[in-house]
């Protein structure tokens, strides 16, 4: 397997940026109007996987592209306007993960999905938390409400999508990766 | 599943502007909101807000749902901020004031309530709702009034790198194709016995439940990613500046609102801090007499 720089932007970062983009965006959407039950009132987006899968899997850039425009493109096409505290807060969600890219030898051995894991959990406290501490440079809300209003209801979903779908991802990635040769 | 894109046009105003000087103006006006608190300010940003947003033309059956979604985040800000926790909000409002209800307030079986609301808590609640009702109007309209296929050009030529502006390009454009095949997956699954909609499972085994859909999804997308990206090496794509198809030209116009937007950046930024401050939180004379 090729050495894999980290930070590289190249053609394929490029396009896979886009496309992670692009499925955070529709599986968004898509889970929105499914309307998944035993989620009470507490938003669940299984989408939120795809940055931190595509940063494992392409490196930090292409994470944070995704989570961050792929939020956008998703609050764009339902007409939730544009808040973009909460774009860089996927976006983040997205870096982090990928920062572990280049060290990932084989995407199914349980060390790299431990690795992936722990890197997620990081990236969802310190993405929801940026996100949820621009609350109160925007709306003037206090740490308690931000934690109760928004840290908590967001972070918490997050770990729980993050931490059953990215190993599942990750070996199936390993499939292609296996059969391809890439 | 279609998606569709929420624009189309309104032939507005707010359309006839270029899209870098409205994304230039909306974040100056984001970045000038936030450095109030002062309701008399707030209330001159409100105002500039939704003659903003009504220079759009978009229908309340658009922004019906955006508008809701606001709703609930201010409902959960000020009950929690303001009602539940009875907190400093963020270091805003100075600790202490006078109570609304000094006494407490009585329930049923003669048990006294002691409700710690003050009048300049009160107060804060409603600069809450000038400056996030604000910033929501600014923001709101942007998917119904501006065309998704200028994106790309439009962040290129605010001056974002040209593959990063081409990964935007590239999204939008694959949103539609992905949506399709979310579709035809979701549909073949179905054909299996595939059920997403199965009730008595619990939270952990309905994302579980998700993986069938999640999973040939994204790796039918990496697969033709790889495609996609050797059609482009082999275009040669990265060596030159990328041309774009559509081409952005200001206006006068969009000169005399990127002047505004200067000019409202500019005097907030002088206004708040050395040696006017002006802009910090401030409770009106007649509040404060009321509540003594």
């Not at chain 1, 990236?123 to 908590?152: C, P």
């Not at chain 2, 997403?196 to 439940?209: K, V």
Request: hydrophobic share 50%.
């Amino acid at each position: 397997m090729k050495s894999k720089s980290l930070w590289k932007f190249g053609t394929r970062e490029v396009v896979y940026a886009a496309i992670g983009a692009a499925l955070y965006a529709v599986l968004a959407l898509a889970t929105n109007a499914l309307q998944i039950p035993s989620a009470g009132n507490v938003s669940f987006r299984p989408a939120v996987v795809i940055p931190m899968f595509f940063g494992v899997a392409f490196g930090p850039i292409v994470g944070f592209i995704s989570g961050f425009l792929g939020n956008f493109i998703s609050d764009q096409i339902a007409g939730y306007g544009f808040w973009p505290w909460w774009d860089l807060g996927n976006g983040i969600m997205g870096l982090i993960p990928g920062l572990i890219a280049a060290s990932i030898v084989s995407y199914k051995s349980g060390k790299s999905i431990l690795k992936a894991e722990i890197f997620c959990v990081i990236g969802i406290v310190v993405g929801m938390g940026i996100a949820s501490l621009s609350e109160m440079w925007v709306s003037g809300a206090d740490m308690k409400t931000v934690l109760v209003g928004n840290f908590i209801p967001s972070v918490v979903p997050n770990l729980i999508n993050g931490l059953i779908l990215v190993p599942l991802l990750m070996i199936a990635y390993d499939a292609v990766v296996s059969r391809s040769g890439r | 599943m279609i998606i569709t894109w929420r624009y189309h046009s309104h032939h507005s105003l707010m359309e006839s502007f270029d899209p870098r000087t409205r994304w230039i103006f909306s974040l100056a006006f984001l970045f000038s909101v936030t450095m109030f608190w002062d309701a008399r300010f707030l209330l001159f940003f409100f105002v500039l807000s939704f003659l903003w947003y009504f220079s759009g033309r978009t229908r309340w059956s658009e922004t019906k749902r955006g508008w809701m979604l606001v709703s609930i985040l201010l409902f959960t800000m000020i009950v929690i901020n303001t009602l539940i926790t009875g907190g400093g909000a963020g270091g805003v409002v100075p600790e202490g004031g006078r109570l609304i209800w000094p006494d407490g307030i009585p329930l049923p079986f003669g048990i006294l309530w002691h409700f710690g609301l003050t009048y300049d808590r009160l107060w804060f609640a409603l600069c809450q709702v000038l400056r996030i009702g604000s910033i929501s109007a600014m923001f709101l309209a942007i998917p119904f009034t501006m065309d998704p296929r200028l994106y790309g050009v439009t962040f290129r030529r605010i001056g974002i790198p040209d593959k990063l502006a081409y990964s935007m390009e590239l999204a939008f454009r694959y949103v539609p194709t992905l949506g399709r095949d979310f579709s035809t997956t979701y549909d073949a699954q179905r054909a299996r016995g595939y059920e997403l909609e199965r009730l008595n499972t619990n939270i952990f085994q309905q994302i579980a439940r998700i993986a069938p859909l999640v999973i040939p999804v994204t790796m039918n997308s990496i697969l033709a990613g790889e495609d996609i990206a050797n059609a482009m090496d082999l275009r040669c794509f990265g060596t030159r500046p990328r041309e774009w198809l559509y081409e952005l030209k200001f206006q006068r116009r969009d000169y005399f609102l990127l002047a505004i937007s200067a000019l409202m950046l500019i005097a907030s930024f002088a206004l708040t801090t050395f040696p006017l401050h002006f802009g910090k939180f401030w409770v009106p004379a007649f509040l404060t007499a009321f509540g003594g």
